[in-house]
């Protein structure tokens, strides 16, 4: 089964930069749907942005709608979270995900629609 690792977390200022990283183990990552979700603890996991799996379709939670870009290179096996202007409530942990099961056009918002997980990467940011 793939595995995904995140990485490029890390405590910045508001209005900083950072970029995410998650990397699959296996080429069959280029067949895959891929999403980004948060987590704040006490908090139920939040959608934040997916890919379909040739990166023609994207889609976006209203809260990073503008700040945030998420791309993927299959030849890399690699997907990334640009973030742009972050802001003390973009603060969480952030995973990865791939949907498995084939999906054409536009990738979930639903957490459920992902069985392959990471295992989270810490974006803090201070005001």
């Known amino acids: 089964q793939v595995q995904l690792v995140e990485s490029g977390g890390g405590l910045v200022q508001a209005g900083a930069s950072l970029r995410l990283s998650c990397a699959a183990s296996q080429r069959t990552f280029s067949r895959y749907a891929m999403g980004w979700f948060r987590q704040v603890p006490g908090n139920e996991r939040e959608f934040v942005a997916a890919s379909s799996w040739s990166g023609t379709h994207t889609a976006y939670a209203d809260s990073v709608k503008g700040r945030f870009t998420v791309s993927r290179d299959n030849g890399q096996n690699t997907m990334y979270l640009q973030m742009n202007s972050l802001k003390p409530e973009d603060t969480a942990a952030y995973y990865c995900?791939?949907?498995?099961?084939?999906?054409?056009?536009?990738?979930?918002?639903?957490?459920?629609?992902?069985?392959?997980w990471g295992q989270g990467t810490q974006v803090t940011v201070s005001s």
């Open positions: 995900a791939a949907e498995s099961q084939f999906r054409r056009g536009v990738p979930s918002a639903y957490g459920g629609a992902y069985d392959i």
